[in-house]
């Protein structure tokens, strides 16, 4: 009879395993029930608008469900993009507090959330979000570029400057470009005080991140003529001209009383003769006209300008050609007429912007450094065409 009960045994063991089975089904089964009752529920107040509850409910079901993280981040960025910052924290913050989500999951999150205080304003709770996740690979590049973002908006020049190390490491040009302001700017302020030397030594690190910084150029150039280094000021000058033709026009003049300085203005007006040649710039025909009238009399440049008019005619340049007929004309009816058509020219001239940001299109008669619509740097530059250079 013993023998009987220790066969049955393994039937026994069957049954067990069988009923346990059917037991994890059945939770199994309950937590899909529960999940999708969470998420029906979610989504009907979502539907009617009532997105404070949606969130509740839809956050709940993550608490079931790892695979519902993605459906949580397009949740979130459809209210940041609608403006319901909240409401976007709430979810990004309550998925970084997720201990059980894979590190990847996580530090999405936590560059979520940053991207959020951003939105919201909240700089010094962005920055910590951005600098945490500095080690991680795959958002050190993002983290630096929104890091910068912030110290440009607190103009904290210094702590972009901290981040060089990183930035070079990864040699990012647009960062580095970025960063090569930051020094600039920092220039600027020692360049108030007179601070020769740590002008020089920031610049040439502007230089070092970006070689083709006009603007680091152009404040050495400044800092040089006020040292009365007026030779290497003119080196200076003609190392923008080779960075940015566009931007050029903007420090000619500059470049003309550092020659005077030294006596070789005829050395100036043979390089803003090329200058002229290879741009078409109207500002430096303008400039090179100057020096045809003084050299070769009226009648030469008047035939020059024609001429280049002809080529590429500008507003600027037949302004100045009204002036130069002007100039030889007897005071007669015909002068009188001359007199009204630059009047017209200046005050058509006077409502045109002369600059243009070269990556938004933004237009400004002032020069900015940082375009204020689009925060890029160095973009504002004199407007090309008819109405410009
Ligand atoms: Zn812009």
Redesign the pocket.
């Known amino acids: 009879m013993s023998e009987l009960l220790f066969l049955l045994l393994p039937v026994a063991m069957g049954y067990g395993w069988f009923m346990g089975r059917n037991s994890v089904k059945q939770n199994q089964h309950t937590a899909k029930q529960d999940l999708s009752i969470k998420y029906s529920t979610g989504l009907n107040y979502l539907l009617s608008n009532q997105e404070d509850k949606a969130i509740e409910h839809l956050i709940e079901a993550l608490l079931l469900e790892d695979d519902t993280i993605e459906a949580h981040f397009a949740m979130a960025n459809l209210f940041r993009k609608r403006g319901e910052l909240d409401r976007a924290l709430k979810i990004h913050e309550h998925l970084v507090r997720q201990k059980h989500l894979p590190t990847k999951d996580k530090q999405h999150a936590a560059f979520e959330l940053g991207k959020d205080f951003l939105s919201a304003g909240l700089y010094d709770r962005a920055e910590a979000m951005f600098l945490k996740l500095l080690k991680a690979k795959t958002y050190q590049t993002k983290c630096l570029s929104y890091l910068l973002q912030i110290y440009q908006s607190t103009k904290d020049w210094q702590q972009g400057i901290d981040l060089h190390k990183a930035i070079t490491k990864i040699n990012d040009k647009r960062l580095l470009h970025c960063l090569a302001n930051f020094y600039c700017e920092l220039a600027t302020l020692a360049k108030e005080n007179d601070q020769y030397i740590e002008v020089v030594e920031l610049l040439e690190s502007a230089l070092k991140c970006d070689p083709k910084s006009s603007r680091a150029n152009w404040l050495l150039a400044e800092i040089y003529e006020e040292h009365q280094q007026y030779n290497e000021a003119c080196l200076c000058y003609q190392a923008i001209y080779h960075q940015d033709k566009e931007f050029f026009p903007d420090v000619i003049e500059q470049m003309q009383h550092c020659y005077q300085q030294q006596d070789a203005e005829d050395e100036f007006f043979q390089f803003i003769k090329k200058v002229f040649e290879e741009t078409g710039s109207a500002s430096a025909l303008i400039k090179y006209l100057s020096y045809l009238e003084r050299e070769k009399g009226n009648k030469t440049a008047q035939e020059f300008l024609l001429m280049a008019l002809k080529r590429r005619p500008t507003i600027r340049g037949f302004q100045h050609f009204v002036k130069m007929q002007m100039s030889v004309q007897q005071r007669n009816v015909e002068s009188e007429h001359l007199e009204v058509i630059k009047e017209l020219i200046s005050a058509y001239l006077n409502v045109k912007q002369r600059y243009n ?1 070269r ?4 237009n400004s008669s002032v020069h900015y450094w940082s ?1 204020p ?4 740097w160095e ?2 530059k004199p407007v090309r065409g008819l109405e410009g250079e």
Do not use: I, T
Request: contains cysteine; proline residues 0%.
């Open positions: 940001c990556n938004c299109g933004f375009c619509s689009c925060h890029d973009q504002l």
